[in-house]
């Protein structure tokens, strides 16, 4: 920029340049070439209405003036009066997205010979220099952000490979066993509990394929197909709920829905939302307080809040919570593969609908609209 300037200041004779940044609410200076004491230095201020560049931002056209005196259009003008010059240029800096950026223009006291090609080819060059140089800092900016972004993922994919491993470790180390025992020593009365923990064994890694399978689905775009169905909403998400209950004999969970609600829905994945959503406050909400879980329909939209006590989830956290490998805001802790909250949000999506999440230092609340009835469903 010290180069564009004093090349600019040369040419022309003027004795003050300037690239400013130029938006629709203020003028900032953020290169400076003063010969005259003009004053302004990179990061100060002119009132935007005051400015020629404000005109200049509506028109999109450069303004050149050797002599505002002899000006038919600034020779009344208010801006050269104000700041003391009769000579201006301003020429647009305009950027990829085809917006104007700022201006490169300059300033004297003094007329110059401004009317020149080559002095609007060399403005307009070095006005095209910055723009370009802009537009590179631009995409360095969103590239190094791509790169973290992938680095991200990278380290989230390991973690991925190594809970994955985790997961499957257990139930099959179970079911391997239980082989192991029944081919070694055949035993009617134990046989039926030792098959039982099998299959359980055996639905545990069910469940961990179909998470991952919808996983794959909403990452590759072609989301999570859906059957819909009327269904009696508050009546599943009991089911729901008492299913967890059941699993869970040491927590209290708390039901607080309408009496009937019809909704057309996949109540496949709907309970499987719920599920999720109910199972992650169970984890990470705290042991001795209940889950509460709200079903209401009202007026075509259907909310199911799903709130339990516990530590606030920070607002950084809350960003990436719907993310997969994030684990209700805890990327630490071991439970499960981290993808409940992110299949969660691809089901409420595929439903018009969407996943929220509201946090203080008293409870979290997760949140799914949709509504209640489909266009076509």
Not at 82 to 102: C, E, L, N, Q, T
Not at 220 to 230: E, K, P, R, T, V
Not at 351 to 374: D, I, K, Y
Request: charged share 25%.
């Amino acid at each position: 920029m010290p180069t564009i300037l004093d090349t600019v200041c040369r040419v022309t004779g003027m004795g003050f340049a300037a690239v400013a940044r130029v938006t629709e609410t203020e003028w900032v200076a953020c290169a400076v070439r003063d010969d005259i004491d003009f004053g302004l230095k990179p990061g100060g201020n002119l009132k935007l209405d005051t400015t020629i560049c404000n005109e200049i931002r509506h028109s999109r056209q450069s303004v050149i003036i050797s002599d505002t005196r002899g000006d038919p259009v600034y020779h009344d003008h208010g801006t050269p009066r104000m700041y003391g010059f009769r000579s201006y240029i301003s020429v647009p800096i305009v950027v990829g997205d085809g917006s104007m950026w700022g201006t490169l223009c300059a300033i004297d006291p003094q007329p110059r010979d401004l009317e020149r090609p080559e002095v609007r080819n060399i403005f307009q060059m070095f006005a095209e220099l910055i723009g370009f140089h802009l537009n590179m800092a631009d995409r360095l900016d969103l590239s190094e952000a791509d790169l973290d972004a992938e680095r991200t993922s990278g380290i989230q994919r390991e973690q991925f490979m190594a809970m994955l491993g985790h997961d499957l470790r257990n139930p099959l180390a179970a079911v391997q066993a239980g082989v192991g025992m029944l081919r070694r020593k055949p035993d009617e009365q134990r046989e039926a509990l030792i098959l039982d923990r099998m299959q359980a064994s055996v639905d545990r890694m069910a469940l961990l394929i179909d998470d991952i399978l919808d996983f794959a689905r909403g990452r590759l775009g072609d989301g999570i197909a859906l059957d819909f169905a009327d269904c009696d909403i508050v009546a599943l998400v009991e089911q729901v709920v008492d299913e967890l209950a059941a699993h869970h004999p040491d927590r209290k969970l708390v039901m607080d829905g309408d009496a009937q609600a019809t909704v057309s829905c996949d109540p496949k994945r709907v309970a499987q939302l719920v599920s999720n959503l109910v199972g992650n406050a169970l984890t990470h909400g705290s042991s001795d307080e209940p889950v509460i879980v709200r079903c209401r329909a009202d007026e075509g939209v259907l909310e199911i809040c799903v709130t339990n006590a516990g530590d606030e989830i920070p607002a950084e956290e809350q960003a990436r919570l719907f993310q997969p490998f994030e684990q209700g805001g805890r990327s630490d802790a071991r439970q499960g593969l981290g993808l409940g909250l992110f299949i969660a949000s691809t089901i409420a999506k595929a439903h018009h609908g969407a996943l929220t999440v509201n946090s203080s230092p008293q409870e979290t609340c997760f949140t799914f609209t949709m509504p209640t009835r489909l266009p076509g469903a």
